[in-house]
T-cell receptor
């Protein structure tokens, strides 16, 4: 019940296309859903995050869509660029537990020029 | 803001020696710090959670006597890999939550690559 399932494992997108990564969870106590971007040999960097009281959040080319009833959330990268090539992790946490995150398995995104 | 540093970035050591990795929150006070281990092309595996001034809480299967964690202040936590062996070679990443951030967002350090020969 503590798992966060992420798909796909890898994704290849043409430059200018839309990259979509999906995550699903079971624990309805989760109340914070961040996405992290990780380049090879680097630590993850917070990209965008959402709470379950909103259905969508947009920051630049990055949008999180959240479906509370389906217990699913997704990351959309519009106008994907080669510089977006990285591994993306979704995560979930429960406020009051010190920020402990449950991570998805990760998606390796490759944007072809 | 919310910058976390790690030192060293890379370390090579001989089998049987101990290695210490430092994690610092540079511009905020960290309520909690986390230590992760990551193997190539895999997700982050939480090893332990530490709070300033108290003992770390280790995840199941993580040897607390092998991976010593000290959280001496609100800006510094250290991970010591004792009697390191080649199977301990990995990418170790720390993170910290900002005491003033109600959402408890985790900010990650750049990671430390450990190679045990």
């Amino acid at each position: 019940q503590q798992q966060v399932k992420q798909s796909p494992q890898s994704l290849i997108v043409q430059k200018g296309g839309i990259s979509i990564i999906n995550c699903a969870y079971e624990n309805t106590a989760f109340d914070y859903f961040p996405w992290y971007q990780q380049f090879p040999g680097k630590g993850p960097a917070l990209l965008i995050a959402i709470r379950p009281d909103v259905s969508e959040k947009k920051e630049g080319r990055f949008t999180i869509s959240f479906n509370k009833s389906a217990k699913q959330f997704s990351l959309h990268i519009m106008d994907s660029q080669p510089g977006d090539s990285a591994t993306y992790f979704c995560a979930a946490s429960i406020r009051g537990q010190g920020g402990k995150l449950i991570f998805g398995q990760g998606t390796e995104l490759s944007v072809k020029p | 803001g919310a910058v976390v540093s790690q030192h060293p970035s890379r370390v090579i050591c001989k089998s049987g020696t101990s290695v210490k990795i430092e994690c610092r929150s540079l511009d905020f006070q960290a309520t909690t710090m986390f230590w992760y281990r990551q193997f190539p092309k895999q997700s982050l595996m939480l090893m332990a959670t530490s709070n300033e001034g108290s003992k770390a809480t280790y995840e199941q299967g993580v040897e607390k006597d092998k991976f010593l964690i000290n959280h001496a202040s609100l800006t510094l936590s250290t991970l010591t890999v004792t009697s390191a062996h080649p199977e301990d070679s990995s990418f170790y990443i720390c993170s910290a939550t900002n005491r003033d951030n109600i959402q408890e967002t985790q900010y990650f350090g750049p990671g430390t690559r450990l190679l045990v020969l």
